[in-house]
């Protein structure tokens, strides 16, 4: 017995350790934070805004004690640099600025991405980020693109944020026409923008952000606004993928307007910002 042990236990072990190593390889091939092999433009003396939430804390509405929470590092990361390999100027916002609340496992193995990787040894991005804009102070006029980011903190501050429902107002009819884009919460800041009649301005656009099969699953029940569930009363019409665990889909959505690029969840953010510079893009050409 104990001779099997000795063999045995090294075996076990060696096997543990082939698997944590293959664990970001299997995560990707099931769906987690799929490449991007689209259309690839650039827009070349463009100006980008990226905005993600300032709530820190995974905790019942009105608390600040729990887990610490932000935006999905990917999902302000991956963006970014989108939008900066196209050539583009990138500022970064929140809802209150200052320094950008980051969810902790967003950057840790076996989740972590490249971009965010790189995010890590940016030194103006993490200076951009530690120094947010406020949206209270954001000139909407100078922006070609709109992304917002979400997170577990989105939940909290983005769905009822007036000041960021008035900025995307106004973005809708600023005069360069940005392209209003979102990935997972994020899509929260789009609910309680209007036009100049008062109507929601998502309301009978197609729409996606993270399901309300996707927060089940992952056993969240403390957030105060579900993308899903957010987006269908507001009356967008809501457009997602499933897969056997939501957390592997992913779904872009471009509104016929194509003023608004709406991405499912985390997996979604690289083909959001893509699609957004290849509007501008093309806009350009006709």
């Not at 082939?18 to 463009?46: D, F």
């Not at 929470?69 to 302000?76: D, L, N």
């Not at 309301?203 to 029940?221: F, H, M, P, W």
């Amino acid at each position: 017995m104990k001779k099997i042990l000795k063999v045995g236990l090294p075996f076990i072990a060696g096997t543990l350790a082939v698997i944590a190593i293959a664990l970001p390889t299997i995560l990707h091939n099931a769906g987690l934070h799929p490449e991007y092999t689209g259309e690839v433009s650039k827009y070349p003396g463009g100006k980008a805004l990226i905005i993600t939430t300032s709530h820190g804390v995974l905790s019942e509405p009105g608390l600040d004690v729990g887990p610490a929470t932000g935006v999905a590092a990917s999902e302000m990361t991956h963006p970014y640099y989108v939008f900066q390999e196209a050539g583009m100027d990138v500022d970064v916002a929140s809802i209150q600025g200052g320094s950008i609340p980051i969810d902790p496992q967003t950057l840790s193995y076996p989740i972590i991405t490249d971009h965010d990787k790189r995010f890590l040894e940016d030194s103006i991005f993490q200076a951009k980020a530690s120094n947010s804009i406020a949206v209270r102070d954001v000139d909407i006029s100078k922006y070609d693109v709109i992304f917002l980011a979400g997170g577990w903190g989105a939940a909290y501050d983005m769905g009822n944020s007036e000041e960021l429902a008035a900025l995307i107002s106004a973005a809708y009819y600023s005069p360069k026409a940005p392209v209003v884009a979102s990935v997972c919460h994020g899509a929260l800041g789009l609910i309680g923008a209007k036009d100049n009649d008062g109507k929601l301005l998502i309301e009978g656009r197609r729409a996606t952000g993270v399901t309300d099969k996707q927060v089940k699953e992952l056993g969240i029940k403390v957030t105060p606004m579900h993308p899903e569930t957010e987006l269908r009363k507001a009356g967008a019409v809501f457009e997602s993928a499933t897969a056997f665990r939501d957390i592997f889909a992913t779904w872009v959505t471009v509104d016929d307007e194509q003023r608004f690029v709406t991405g499912q969840n985390q997996n979604s953010g690289l083909e959001a910002a893509y699609t957004s510079v290849n509007i501008l893009a093309q806009r350009k050409i006709q």
